[in-house]
C-alpha cells in the first residue's frame, strides 16, 4: 500500500477474511463487458456475492429506530421476497426497451456502483447530461437525483425506466409487459407483492434491494472508533483541515447521526459556470416548465436538454436555487469519481483545486464559497482523509483509484488557480482582463 494513503493496511488479526475476500474479488474482476461499456450482468451478480450483503435486518451502521421510521417506508418494507426480486430487476436489461440498459449499466458493481463515466449512456449510444452517482448508501438520502427531483427510491427507480435517453420505455405498462411474460417474475412479484408484474411494483422491489446497499465500514469509522492507527498521519491531518481551514464540514457533516457527509441541501458551487448565461436559461427553463412540469417531464429535461445545469431551479423555481445541486455524499468517493453533476474532476485533486479558488464565479454562487488558501501539503492531506471514508469492502479497489488519481494529478491539475486560491488576485479581475488578472 502506497506509503502516503490515507488507509492504512490493517493486521491479519484485524482484517476480516471477509472484507478482504471481496476485496480481492473487486480488484481482479474480470474485464468481461457488456453494452454501453458495463461489466457483464452474469459477472457483476458473481462480484455482488463476494460483499456477503444482509439485508434482512437493520444495517450494523445505521441508527434502527431511523431504519425503521424514516428510511424503510411502511408500505414498502423489506423482506427476502422483495429483495430477491429488486436484484433480479436491477440486473435485468429487458427493463430497456431495446433490451440493452439495465439498472447495473449506469450502476455497476465493479466501478462503485455508478459507471466512472462523465455523463451515463442509455439506449442507442445516446449520453445524457449528468453524471451517475452511485447506488451505495442512496437508502440513506432525503432526495434522490442531483436536482432532488425524486422524493424516495421508489420514485427514483421508476424514472430512468421511461426517460427517453436511458432505458427509454415510452411507459411503465410498457416496461412490465416486457417481463411479464417470464413465469420466475410472475411467482416473484406474486410472493413479493401479491400482484402480477406492474410498473409501481417495479420500483418498489428495485428500492428494496437498494437499501441492501449500506457500505459504512472505513477505515475513519475504526479511527473515530479509537483505532489510532486506522488511518495515516496525513490522514489524521486532512480530518483537521476538512473541519477547519478547508471548511468541507460546512456542508460535508460527518457525524454518527448524519454517516454520509451530506447536508442534503443544494449550492451553487461554482462547477461549469464560467460558460453559462444562467439568467437567459433561467428564462429558457421557466418557458419549459409552462409546457408541464411533471415529474416525467422534469426528467426528460434534465437529462436531454442544456436545462440540466439550472440544477435545483427546475424544481423550485426559485432564483435562489439557479446551478445548484445536491451535496453528494462523501462515502466510498474514492471509488465513484470522476465528480460534481456533470462529472468534469477526474479526481480529487481536481476537486480540491476548484474549491481552493473558490470556484467558477456567478451571479448565483454559494454565499459560502470562497478562496481556501490551501497549500499543496494541505489539499494532499485533506485528499488522504477522504480516501479514508471507502468501505473496507472496496479496500483493493479503493488503494488501486488513489494510485491512479494520485499519477493523473502529477501530470494535469486543470482547475488549479494559485492566483486566486492565495488571493493575488481577484475573481472580477480574471473575468476582465483574463488569466493573470490585472498587470
Not at 15 to 37: D, E, F, V
Not at 378 to 390: C, G, H, K, P, Q
Request: glycine share 8%; with cysteine; proline share 5%.
Amino acid at each position: 500500500m502506497s506509503k502516503n494513503s490515507g488507509v492504512r493496511r490493517r493486521g491479519a488479526a484485524t482484517l476480516s477474511c471477509l472484507a478482504m475476500a471481496a476485496a480481492c474479488s473487486l480488484s481482479a474482476a474480470a474485464p468481461r463487458t457488456g453494452p454501453h461499456g458495463a461489466m457483464d450482468m452474469k459477472e457483476q451478480q458473481r462480484l455482488l456475492d463476494t460483499l456477503h450483503i444482509d439485508g434482512t435486518g437493520v444495517p450494523r451502521d445505521v441508527d434502527p429506530v431511523a431504519w425503521r421510521t424514516i428510511y424503510v417506508p411502511r408500505d414498502n418494507s423489506l423482506t427476502p421476497a422483495r429483495i430477491a426480486l429488486g436484484r433480479k430487476l436491477y440486473f435485468d436489461p429487458r427493463l430497456s426497451r431495446d433490451g440493452t440498459v439495465a439498472c447495473a449499466t449506469c450502476h455497476d458493481v465493479s466501478r462503485g456502483f455508478s459507471d466512472s463515466r462523465p455523463v451515463s449512456e442509455g439506449i442507442g449510444g445516446h449520453l445524457g447530461a449528468r453524471r451517475a452517482p452511485t447506488t451505495l448508501n442512496a437508502a440513506l438520502f432525503e432526495t434522490l437525483f442531483w436536482d432532488g427531483r425524486a422524493p424516495s427510491l421508489e420514485e427514483q427507480a421508476k424514472l430512468p425506466i421511461v426517460n427517453p435517453i436511458e432505458m427509454g420505455q415510452p411507459n411503465g405498462a410498457a416496461a412490465a409487459a416486457a417481463i411479464a411474460g417470464d413465469p420466475s417474475y410472475q411467482s416473484l412479484f406474486r410472493k413479493a407483492y401479491g400482484h402480477a408484474p406492474n410498473y409501481d411494483d417495479i420500483g418498489r422491489a428495485i428500492a428494496s434491494f437498494e437499501r441492501t446497499l449500506i457500505f459504512l465500514d472505513s477505515p475513519f469509522d475504526r479511527f473515530l472508533a479509537g483505532d489510532t492507527h486506522a488511518i495515516s498521519a496525513a490522514a489524521k491531518r486532512g480530518w483537521a483541515l476538512f473541519n477547519g481551514k478547508a471548511r468541507c464540514a460546512s456542508c460535508h457533516q460527518l457525524n454518527p447521526s448524519n454517516p454520509l457527509g451530506t447536508d442534503n441541501r443544494f449550492h451553487n458551487i461554482g462547477v461549469s459556470a464560467h460558460d453559462k448565461n444562467f439568467e437567459a436559461l433561467a428564462r429558457k427553463g421557466l418557458a419549459a416548465l409552462g409546457e408541464g412540469s411533471n415529474v416525467q417531464a422534469l426528467d426528460r429535461l434534465a437529462l436531454t436538454t442544456d436545462l440540466s445545469e439550472l440544477g435545483r431551479f427546475m424544481i423550485t423555481r426559485n432564483r435562489a436555487d439557479i446551478g445548484a445541486f445536491k451535496t453528494e455524499q462523501l462515502r466510498n468517493v474514492g471509488i465513484t469519481g470522476p465528480y460534481m453533476h456533470d462529472g468534469s474532476m477526474q479526481t480529487l485533486w481536481d476537486v480540491m483545486d476548484h474549491y481552493n479558488k473558490g470556484g467558477e464565479t456567478n451571479a448565483y454562487l454559494d454565499g459560502g464559497i470562497e478562496p481556501l488558501d490551501l497549500s499543496e501539503d494541505e489539499i494532499n492531506d485533506v485528499v488522504a482523509f477522504l480516501f479514508t471514508l471507502t468501505d473496507e469492502r472496496f479496500a483493493k479497489q479503493n488503494e488501486a483509484a488513489y494510485r491512479a488519481q494520485k499519477a493523473r494529478a502529477a501530470k494535469s491539475r486543470p482547475f488549479r488557480d494559485d492566483a486566486l486560491a492565495h488571493r493575488q488576485v481577484l475573481p472580477f479581475e480574471t473575468r476582465v482582463m483574463g488569466p493573470g488578472g490585472l498587470k
